[in-house]
């Protein structure tokens, strides 16, 4: 399967601290991005990271892309009670008209106040 | 702008029973895909469509069947509904990002099916 895999499943911290969550694929990508879900809604897109690029910085989120090791990481600084949510990483392995996006299984995060 | 609209909302069907379910892109994406998403298998694509056409299709049976119409509205079908029907079906509709060239999704609601 392409599907990429993020951990950890779950990963609780408190308010004010700093989230780390990584995503592993298996074939060499096109892009990756990042999305976010609250509970029981639509997936939300944070930030998209070409092949080509290493790291990425939007507002309080950075991404990195290892392509060598085939994983990403996305990083939450400062992080508030409302980042309280399931994030997934979605790999796109080709683009034009098989751009489709694959989706990993998530991370459930969680902010205690 | 408006968004990405799904209904209904949320359904119960019983098994052997069809469902439908709309989707209303973003005014002017042309390309809609859909996914199914459980607790045990996450997000699973389904199909894309893209100008009237499907463009991609995922690993489903052929009891998942959909269709787009020319203002690009789209719909999918499932025939014969079986237990494990019963998900979260959310439509995306998407753009290439100027910069990047690259196709990002934005995410209906989702249409919330129980098969009983």
């Known amino acids: 399967s392409q599907q990429g895999e993020e951990d950890p499943q779950a990963l609780s911290i408190q308010e004010g601290e700093n989230a780390t969550m990584n995503c592993s694929y298996k074939t060499s990508i096109n892009n990756l991005q990042w999305y976010r879900q609250n509970s029981g809604r639509g997936l939300v897109h944070l930030i998209l990271i070409r092949s080509n690029e290493r790291e990425k910085h939007s507002g309080r989120l950075r991404v990195t892309l290892d392509t060598s090791k085939k994983s990403s990481s996305l990083l939450i600084t400062a992080s508030r009670a409302a980042d309280t949510a399931s994030y997934f990483c979605?790999?796109?392995?080709?683009?034009?008209?098989?751009?489709?996006?694959?989706f990993g299984k998530g991370i459930t995060l969680s902010v205690r106040p | 702008k408006a968004g990405v609209t799904q209904t209904p909302r949320y359904l119960i069907k019983t098994r052997g029973q069809q469902v439908t379910l709309s989707c209303s892109p973003i005014?002017?994406?042309?390309?809609v895909s859909w996914y199914q998403q459980t607790p045990g298998q996450g997000l699973q694509f389904l199909f894309e469509y893209f100008s009237e056409t499907q463009r991609n299709k995922g690993n489903f049976p052929g009891r998942f069947s959909g269709r787009q119409f020319s203002n690009s509205r789209s719909e999918m079908n499932v025939s014969t509904l079986e237990l494990g029907d019963s998900a979260l079906y959310l439509c995306?509709?998407?753009?290439?990002?100027?910069?990047?060239?690259?196709?990002?999704?934005?995410f209906g609601a989702g249409s919330r099916l129980t098969v009983l």
């Open positions: 005014s002017g994406h042309r390309s």
């Open positions: 995306a509709s998407s753009f290439k990002q100027g910069t990047t060239g690259a196709n990002v999704l934005t």
């Open positions: 979605a790999t796109v392995y080709d683009t034009g008209a098989n751009s489709k996006l694959t």
